[in-house]
């Protein structure tokens, strides 16, 4: 027995070495690739996105400094710069281009028809024509989706507040994941027999006086993933605290600051997987034209104990719907 | 090296051309009026959800673009007449139809928050089918389109109603004086500035490949900059020449905004870079010799003859 397995081993080990031998002929594991990166404006969950990039970039071999060049631009919420930016990687002639969120990939797209493109946090990329369909994207155009189950997250939702007649759904209407996003929950409540109330904030600045009139008006509160509603959590968190309302929020990181449960995206695993993309890409290993668009594979239930206390909820009765 | 900073100042002036009529625009209120006006940051996303909307139900790219002018003249009708009928500071006026416009635009964009444009058939891709790659398509393009209008505004600049308009301008009450209709005046200038913008919203959703309701934010500063720097560059120039020059600026600002791009700066200190360079392009006249002072801008002299 242990003398099969050495010779196994060592006949890996020889055949790694051979392969080892043959791409050092080439010179293709020696190269350095250019990666660009194209994001919108900074964010937690955006940021986390690229940490969880470059993560995955690692995992399957791609590390900076070493074989790994990034090249790092962010429009700073100015989508007038998303051209120059998607020019200038373009023209550096990277050899991936990695767009993090709508804007930022639809510049990439529409700049250049060749260099392959991942995107990340994108809600639906079809709907953005950013690919043809989600399993055969077709163009040089693929990533990963940001979009959860939204049927989850309102069976979720209701199964904390079972009585409830009428529930509130408040997101910022410039978002276009947001409205995405939005109007599925809507579909999913009305099925469910419940009324709905819609509230939309364009600015953090509107935020806490769109909550304040929807808590007076409904007995459970639902906010897609939006960035703008996410910079606003622990105010959000404040409000609800005092009008006793749970909230389910589509992003973990608003739970963690004033939600009271998500069945959520991890945005840096998110990213993870899109990186692992990137890397099969990089390696010649497929190319975006046929690379199905991922969901994310790990959807985690978070729950705020603190704020569960505060409703007089226990939080072991929350459980994640199937 | 060399390559790059071609390729930097060919991007720079496909779209320095296309943000040039926003400078237009926003130079009719802001120095041939001499009135603030924040219409542009509604009017150009408002362009271009107008075009966008146009193109994607299949109408022709060269209609759909002419729609955004008519939906900005709107736009800066609205304004014209809170400032002049109501009374409503051109500022605050400004400000209300902006914030308004983003619903509006919302609305034109059957409630969603960008549409995309990506494969559809453009004023760009119109001029790409005959032959041209796309950057020169867009520089051709957007060169058209610039001296077109920038033709019709000397015209136009020459006729009765445009000398009443540069002469409400420079002295409202001289030329309410001699029987000239300022607030009509006012409301016109408002429009065709709004048109302009819009326009340019409409030509960069074309390019961008989307329309989005927040594109319009920083936009105005763009105008500003743009116009900034044509008058630091070269000043004491006709309305015409000024127009020409204008173009320039807006290509120079993309320029620069580019090479700040490109020194790789962390990107939380993106928008301190971008505010230096604005500061640098607005300091500058300070360190000419002549200084005029006209109205509100002690510190830049421009020339209306």
Known sequence: MHIKKIITG????????????????????????????????????????????????????????????????????????????????????????????????????????????????????????????????????????????????????????????????????????????????????????????????????????????????????????????????????????????????????????????????????????????????????????????????????????????????????????? | MMNTFWDLFLSATSQGLLWSLMAIGVYLTFRILDLADMTAEGSFPLGGAITTMCLINGVNPILATLAAFGGGMIAGLVTGILNTKLKIPALLAGIVTMTGLYSITSRVMLNAANVSLLGKATIFTMAQNLGLSHNNAVIVTGLIISLLVIGLLVIFFRTEIGLAMRATGDNPEMSAANGIKTQNMKIWGYMISNGCIALSGALLAQNNGFADLNSGVGTLVVGLASIIIAEVLIRNLAIGGRMLTLVIGAIVYRLILALVFQMNVEPSDAKLASALVLIVCLALPNFKLSRKNKGENKNVSSTEN
């Open chain 1, 10 to 322: 060592l006949s890996l080990a020889s055949l790694l070495l051979l392969g080892g031998c043959t791409s050092n002929k080439t010179g293709k594991s020696e190269a350095v690739k250019h990666v660009g990166v194209l994001q919108v404006v900074q964010h937690p969950s955006l940021d986390e996105a690229y940490k969880g990039f470059k993560e995955g970039l690692k995992d399957g071999g791609y590390v900076e400094g070493k074989n790994l060049k990034i090249d790092y631009q962010n429009a700073q919420n100015s989508q007038d710069n998303l051209k120059s930016m998607s020019d200038k990687l373009v023209n550096e002639k990277s050899d991936l281009v990695l767009g993090i969120a709508t804007p930022a990939a639809q510049s990439l797209a529409n700049t250049t028809q060749d260099i392959p493109i991942v995107v990340t946090a994108v809600t639906d990329l079809k709907a953005a024509k950013l690919v043809n369909s989600n399993n055969k994207p077709g163009k040089n155009v693929t990533g990963t989706t940001d979009m959860v189950s939204i049927d989850r997250q309102i069976k979720l939702l209701l199964s904390i507040v079972p009585k409830a007649k009428t529930i509130g759904i408040m997101y910022n209407a410039g978002e276009a994941n947001s409205k995405i996003q939005a109007d599925l929950a809507i579909a999913a409540l009305k099925k469910a027999g419940v009324k709905v109330v819609v509230k939309t904030a364009n600015t953090t600045n509107d935020v806490q006086q769109v909550t304040e009139t929807l808590a007076d008006k409904v007995q459970g509160i639902y906010v897609p993933t939006d960035n703008t509603f996410a910079s606003a959590a622990s105010l959000i968190g404040k409000v609800v605290k005092e009008k006793k309302i749970p909230l389910v929020a589509g992003a973990t990181e608003q739970v963690k600051n004033g939600g009271l449960a998500s069945i959520g995206i991890d945005y840096e695993s998110l990213g993870r997987q899109t990186g692992k993309m990137a890397a099969k890409i990089l390696s010649g290993k497929a190319k975006p034209q046929d690379m199905p668009v991922e969901k994310a594979t790990n959807l985690k239930l978070v729950v705020n104990k603190k704020m569960a206390k505060a409703l007089g909820i226990d939080p072991k009765s929350i459980k994640a719907p199937k």
